[in-house]
Nanobody, 121 residues
Framework: QVQLVESGGGSVQPGGSLRLSCAASGNIYTISSMAWYRQAPGQQRELVASIGSSTNYADSVKGRFTISRDNAKNTVYLQMNSLRPEDTAVYYC?????????????????WGQGTQVTVSS
């Protein structure tokens, strides 16, 4: 089992910055990728950024958000700059955890509890 604890959400004015953190703990073998998703009220959950063998960003956050990870701490970060009201959402981290099996490997996704980000003047 892997547990995820998110932190860093809050309220900020347009143009401001926030940094989200998501720390994984438990019986960790290999974290193959980490990602941030968000879900605004009435909207589907969408991928914001991911980091694994490469990094990927949603077009709406390119140039403003930066995803990074600290493998020693099993932690993923999301630095959010130049925030806009449309960035308001609950942000979730997702971790892909890979473990060995007798047939090869097995990967399971784990989700954080979510942290609210509100951008408003």
């Amino acid at each position: 089992q892997v547990q995820l604890v998110e932190s860093g959400g809050g309220s900020v004015q347009p143009g401001g910055s926030l940094r989200l953190s998501c720390a994984a703990s438990g019986n960790i073998y290999t974290i193959s990728s980490m990602a941030w998703y968000r879900q605004a009220p009435g909207q589907q959950r969408e991928l914001v950024a991911s980091i694994g063998s490469s990094t990927n960003y949603a077009d709406s956050v390119k140039g403003r958000f930066t995803i990074s990870r600290d493998n020693a701490k099993n932690t993923v970060y999301l630095q959010m700059n130049s925030l806009r009201p449309e960035d308001t959402a609950v942000y979730y981290c997702k971790v892909a955890h890979t473990t060995p099996t007798i047939w090869g490997t097995s990967t399971r996704d784990y989700w954080g509890q979510g942290t609210q980000v509100t951008v408003s003047s």
